[in-house]
């Protein structure tokens, strides 16, 4: 069965700190799909990553194929940041079943 | 704004009934993809369409439907609606038809069953 976990499932850090969500999942996937829903419910396409490191602004997302692992990090995070993270992971070997999304990471940050 | 469009915004309906809901994707989108987030289940895809034609099919009922028309707009028709389908129904919409592919988001309907 395909499976994604994401941890911490809830975190409050201060302003400015280091932030870290893990995505692990359980089969081969061809790519991996980080999502930010903001309080308003709003998805936001954050990256698709299928190996290594992408960044964009203050956030990175990085992906271990081997490990199976994933993890999105937010840099000198700000209030406008909490939201809900979410990954989505698209498995090899496609068909309905091939897109499976995490729970989630429910985001605060205070000022 | 991802560009896409859903509407209506909020829809709250009795059990039983039929609801249809729309989306129109980004401008030269070709796929688009209905997905429902409920408290329970977190975020679950449904269907894909891709150009007019059925591509993926995920855990819809047999209760719902969709389609995509000549100008990509699609709907989702959920029928002998019971509490439990009470939801935030997403579509999505990227260039090409592998899932794949960036998805852009529309900003969603709730619906709510009484």
């Known amino acids: 069965k395909n499976e994604v976990e994401q941890s911490p499932q809830n975190l409050t850090a201060q302003e400015g700190e280091f932030i870290t969500i893990n995505c692990s999942y359980s089969?081969?996937?061809?790519?991996l799909h980080w999502l930010q829903q903001h309080p308003g419910g709003g998805i936001v396409s954050l990256f698709m990553?299928?190996?290594g490191k992408k960044k964009h602004g203050r956030l990175i997302a990085t992906i271990n194929i081997q490990e199976k692992h994933s993890s999105l990090h937010i840099t000198a995070s700000h209030p406008r940041d909490s939201a809900v993270y979410i990954c989505?992971?698209?498995?090899?070997?496609?068909?309905?079943?091939?897109?499976?999304f995490g729970k989630g990471t429910h985001l605060i940050i205070q000022p | 704004d991802s560009g896409v469009t859903q509407t209506p915004k909020h829809l709250i309906t009795a059990t039983g009934q039929r609801v249809t809901l729309r989306c129109s994707p980004r401008?030269?989108?070709?796929?688009v993809y209905w997905y429902q987030q409920s408290l329970d289940q977190g975020l679950q895809f449904l269907i894909q369409y891709y150009n007019g034609e059925e591509r993926a099919k995920g855990n819809i009922l047999e209760r719902f439907s969709a389609q995509q028309f000549p100008d990509l707009h699609s709907e989702l028709n959920l029928s002998s609606l019971e509490l439990g389908d009470s939801a935030l129904y997403f579509c999505a919409s990227s260039v090409h038809g592998g899932r794949v592919n960036e998805q852009y988001f529309g900003p969603g309907t709730r619906l709510t069953v009484t």
């Open positions: 989505a992971a698209f498995h090899s070997g496609g068909g309905a079943d091939g897109l499976t």
């Open positions: 089969v081969g996937i061809s790519a």
């Open positions: 990553l299928s190996s």
């Open positions: 401008s030269g989108d070709l796929s």
